[in-house]
């Protein structure tokens, strides 16, 4: 369920590098639990394979976030440099005010706004690190 969560939360944040890796986590844990239920090793063997892996990309968001090394939370890394999308939390986090205001000045970009985001309870970047270190705790 945390990873159906997180899913859903990726995909209003047009972040694809994390919705393929949500993808990929939520089907070898169906695998994974049917291993156990039928007692395949082979499965139980991957999804603990997996499982290490999951936690290696879970510390690599919160070092992303974190800006940790060369990391920069607002780099396109996440969209594959296909897009300038960010985490959904940076506009709608808990408290957060979003302001938009028209650029109607520009020619080309009718449609496009500046969106402004002030007072917000806890920065987006934090509540990422939850929520990979939730995933974390829960795949241990």
């Not at 060369?70 to 979003?98: A, M, Y």
């Amino acid at each position: 369920l945390a990873a159906l969560e997180r899913q859903v939360f990726d995909f209003l944040g047009y972040q694809w590098a994390p919705i393929l890796a949500n993808f990929l986590h939520i089907i070898i844990v169906i695998l994974g639990l049917f291993g156990t239920i039928q007692y395949r090793p082979r499965y139980i063997v991957v999804y603990a394979i997996w499982t290490a892996i999951w936690v290696t990309w879970n510390i690599f968001i919160i070092c992303f976030y974190l800006e940790v090394g060369g990391l920069s939370k607002d780099s396109e890394l996440l969209t594959f440099n296909i897009s300038r999308h960010q985490s959904w939390w940076s506009e709608n986090g808990p408290g957060c005010v979003r302001k938009e205001a028209s650029m109607s000045g520009i020619k080309g970009l009718d449609s496009h706004s500046y969106v402004s985001v002030i007072g917000c309870t806890l920065e987006y970047r934090y509540i990422e690190v939850m929520h990979s270190s939730f995933q974390i705790l829960v795949a241990v």
